[in-house]
């Protein structure tokens, strides 16, 4: 099935580790996202893609960072975590920038 | 800049109840409306969307139009079941380059038998 698989699904990370978050999408979509979801403050842009080789910084991307070497693959790294990054992370992905995106299962990290 | 307002929860409601969710937007020209919902422990599912004013979107017995004048998306149901239990998010998407869904904070839906 077609789709975004994100893992891995849960992770309990010790504070100043590195940590990569994998996404992969397999609808050839262009544009690719990753969201952070907190009780109260609903979902926030971290970083965006919208095509192959760019991206771009949302609402709040202190603290990561991202590649998009190719297409299906959109990793996002944080480098040193901190408490204040437990959250539940979601990777979407859409045909173009502006149309309506696709949802993985996301992933559900804790720093302690 | 772009945003999204949407009712606190949650929104407690009976089985066969009548459901409305409010949503207003604030954008320049003329952005795509859209509603998700998210059932627990899983992802954000696309619900219906609206690309233009006036547009009515709907899918699994809820419909929601797009008013340019009001620049409101409200979500309704004429009978809500107790699989509707969720979480609705608006969302709008803007015609421009770089940008990305902008998602209100949601609101949690709660329907009891």
């Known amino acids: 099935i077609a789709g975004i698989t994100q893992a891995p699904t849960s992770q309990i990370l010790a504070a100043g580790r590195r940590m990569t978050l994998r996404c992969t999408q397999d609808?050839?979509?262009?544009?690719m996202y990753w969201y952070r979801q907190d009780l109260g403050l609903g979902l926030r842009l971290i970083h965006y893609?919208?095509?192959?080789?760019?991206?771009g910084k949302g609402e709040v991307p202190d603290g990561y960072s991202v590649s998009r070497a190719n297409t299906d693959d959109f990793p996002l790294t944080l480098a040193s975590a901190v408490p204040s990054q437990t959250s539940v992370y979601f990777c979407?992905?859409?045909?173009?920038?502006?149309?309506?995106?696709?949802f993985g299962q996301g992933t559900r990290l804790t720093v302690v | 800049g772009n945003s999204v307002t949407q009712m606190e929860g949650p929104v407690t409601l009976s089985e066969e109840a009548f459901l409305t969710i409010n949503c207003t937007y604030t954008?320049?020209?003329?952005?795509?409306l859209f509603w998700y919902v998210q059932y627990p422990g899983e992802g954000l599912q696309l619900l219906l969307k609206?690309?233009?004013?006036?547009d009515k979107g709907s899918n699994k017995g809820f419909e929601a139009t797009y008013r340019k004048e009001t620049t409101s998306f409200h979500l309704e149901k004429g009978s809500v079941q107790v699989s509707d239990s969720a979480v609705y998010f608006c969302?709008?998407?803007?015609?421009?380059?770089?940008?990305?869904?902008?998602f209100g904070k949601g609101t949690t839906l709660s329907v009891s038998s």
């Open positions: 979407a992905s859409s045909a173009t920038a502006n149309t309506e995106a696709f």
């Open positions: 954008a320049t020209g003329y952005p795509s």
């Open positions: 969302a709008l998407s803007h015609n421009q380059a770089g940008t990305a869904l902008i």
């Open positions: 609808m050839r979509h262009n544009a």
């Open positions: 609206a690309t233009k004013a006036d």
């Open positions: 893609s919208n095509t192959a080789g760019t991206t």
